[in-house]
């Protein structure tokens, strides 16, 4: 097959300024969905994406398009926009030869637009800028030209005008995609087979799915292959491409984006970013870019009845298949019971495992106070704490991961954001003027972002402000772990890793918090705070009081003292063998710093 009439491409954004609408508009135009079947995020199969309105999972798909009298191939990814998927991204992007940059006309460029550009920059991509959304009341198109030549460099007349939403002008990307991104390298046949894994899934009758794009020499099924990463080997029963719908082939050429069905049985065997190629006269070197995704922020499942145990390992299991993204492994807790302890890419990640977790398998759980990384030096040895209560009381440094943080927002709410960066210890990096705003670069810890960084940002640029962040290094912090104490024994899940000058003010702030969500006992509770041995807050729930002396009436005071002697013993075994329940709430109190 001749590979010049072949363009890949992917289409990147911040979240919600129309990928998806655009995507489904490409498919319409190119007729590969039919106008019955089609419906809105057709590329997105999750019903959480649908709801929320966000791209989880990418999706390629394969659309002809006649051009110029012509038959053109044009392979679409559609990828995530949120930052917790950005290794995603990456290897999506590599897979392509051009990328179309969206931004809204409305909203104007934004913290990811900035993030994803820079990644298809990397990559050396062809990009075309579109402006979306043009006919809109509130579309500010010259202003947002302004910024995109300002910013990116973009000549007005490289940027097309589109509605992906009315399908105005939409014809015109199909035709810049073909005219500006390359055809992929012509590259030998002869080469030896290298395919790039950029996604992959779990299907029930046919194993681990991957989706790949073939770099060099060709792929036919039934020939022996091997995963270079993982060393895992195998002899696909059949090859093809997504169009939308998959669809079986003999052969797929260097150039080509397709799948290949590997009949492996777990996600791990086949990573994002590994390299596929054939034992007999393979290739010798992976492609490059490949690194094992690491969890960033870690925290416990419990299922509320210690019961459903079975069925959150169960469900953990199913989840892992079609998203080997997270890492989980049991964990106990003496106030929560049995339960699992679960690295994410990132907070939404988190969020969406969680929520999938509840709905897909009818689950009731308790999520403990989110956290990240940590590490420790003892001895001139180097250690990762994902939970602090494996922090040991005597290390010599502790290193915590610093990220860089991207923020835009309209100028009325620089100066309250810019207090909000000094109160969470961010490090002012640079500022740069917009047509529509200030875009703002801070480092800043991750401790301090997964806390309510996000809420408090909304809430002090009254939801204008948007933000993006990318992993920066592990840097040594002056910390300690601080412990909670509930009728005092102490509660791991509450357990956190805090700054030592701030450690007094968290603990004196959890403890006020806990007093309001834990709810009163027949006996008093007392809620303590302590680095070490040292208490550093106390609250105290008081107990219910019944009256026992309600009954008397008159008679000898004795009688009354007797009585009130024999409720505060028995007061006194209470507290001895009282056990407090925590409700979720509590958990929840304490994530927030307010």
């Not at 046949?189 to 395919?195: F, G, I, T, W």
């Not at 990640?349 to 940590?374: G, K, T, W």
Request: aromatic share 8%.
């Amino acid at each position: 097959m001749d590979n010049s009439y072949l363009r890949n491409f992917c289409i990147i954004a911040h979240i919600d300024h129309g990928k998806s609408t655009l995507a489904d508009r490409l498919l319409e135009i190119t007729g590969v969905v039919a106008p019955r079947e089609m419906q809105e995020q057709f590329l997105d199969s999750n019903p959480i994406s649908r709801e929320r309105g966000i791209t989880i999972k990418l999706a390629p798909v394969r659309m002809p398009y006649e051009y110029q009298g012509q038959s053109y191939i044009l392979n679409l990814i559609d990828t995530p926009g949120h930052v917790d998927f950005s290794y995603e991204v990456s290897r999506a992007l590599a897979a392509c030869e051009g990328a179309v940059l969206l931004v809204d006309a409305v909203a104007g460029i934004q913290a990811q637009t900035l993030t994803v550009y820079r990644q298809a920059v990397a990559q050396n991509l062809t990009i075309i800028p579109v402006l979306n959304k043009i006919d809109l009341p509130g579309a500010r198109v010259e202003d947002v030209m302004l910024d995109l030549y300002e910013s990116f460099g973009f000549e007005p007349e490289e940027i097309l005008k589109i509605s992906a939403k009315s399908g105005e002008g939409v014809e015109n990307v199909l035709q810049a995609v073909i005219e500006r991104i390359p055809s992929p390298k012509l590259e030998a046949v002869e080469k030896p087979l290298q395919a790039l894994v950029f996604d992959s899934r779990f299907d029930q009758h046919r194993g681990v799915l991957a989706d790949i794009r073939v770099f060099g020499g060709r792929m036919v099924p039934q020939e022996k292959m091997v995963l270079m990463a993982s060393g895992s080997q195998f002899t696909p029963p059949e090859i093809g491409v997504y169009s939308p719908k998959p669809e079986q082939l003999l052969v797929l050429e260097a150039g080509e984006v397709g799948y290949v069905s590997t009949g492996l049985k777990s996600l791990k065997e086949v990573k994002v970013g590994d390299t596929i190629t054939t034992i007999l006269h393979g290739a010798t070197q992976p492609l490059p870019g490949y690194k094992e995704p690491k969890p960033m922020v870690f925290l416990g499942l419990y299922p509320t009845d210690n019961d459903a145990f079975l069925n959150l390992s169960e469900a953990l299991e199913k989840l892992h298949l079609n998203d080997a993204s997270f890492v989980y492994s049991p964990d106990f807790s003496s106030s929560l019971g049995k339960g699992f302890r679960v690295g994410f890419a990132g907070l939404l990640h988190a969020e969406i495992v969680q929520e999938r977790l509840e709905r897909e398998f009818n689950l009731d759980l308790i999520a403990s106070v989110p956290n990240v990384v940590y590490q420790y030096e003892l001895n001139g040895q180097r250690f990762d704490i994902e939970a602090a209560k494996d922090l040991p009381d005597k290390v010599d440094v502790i290193f915590e991961p610093w990220l860089i943080v991207e923020v835009f927002t309209p100028k009325d709410y620089l100066g309250s954001i810019m207090e909000l960066f000094d109160d969470r210890r961010g490090i002012f990096k640079n500022m740069k003027y917009l047509s529509e705003g200030v875009q703002l670069s801070y480092e800043l810890p991750m401790a301090e972002l997964i806390t309510d960084f996000f809420d408090k940002l909304k809430s002090v640029s009254s939801g204008y402000a948007s933000l993006d962040y990318e992993y920066q290094d592990m840097k040594p912090v002056k910390a300690v772990r601080l412990d909670i104490l509930i009728h005092h024994e102490r509660v791991d899940a509450l357990s956190q890793i805090v700054v030592e000058s701030q450690a007094d003010k968290v603990g004196r702030l959890v403890t006020k918090k806990l007093k309001e969500a834990i709810p009163r006992q027949l006996f008093e509770v007392a809620i303590q705070a302590a680095i070490g041995g040292r208490i550093v807050a106390r609250e105290t729930v008081k107990a219910f009081r019944k009256d026992v002396t309600a009954k008397l009436y008159g008679g000898d005071v004795t009688r009354r003292m007797k009585l009130l002697e024999k409720q505060k013993k028995g007061k006194k075994r209470m507290k001895q063998l009282g056990k407090v329940s925590i409700p979720q709430e509590a958990f929840l109190a304490v994530m927030s710093r307010e």
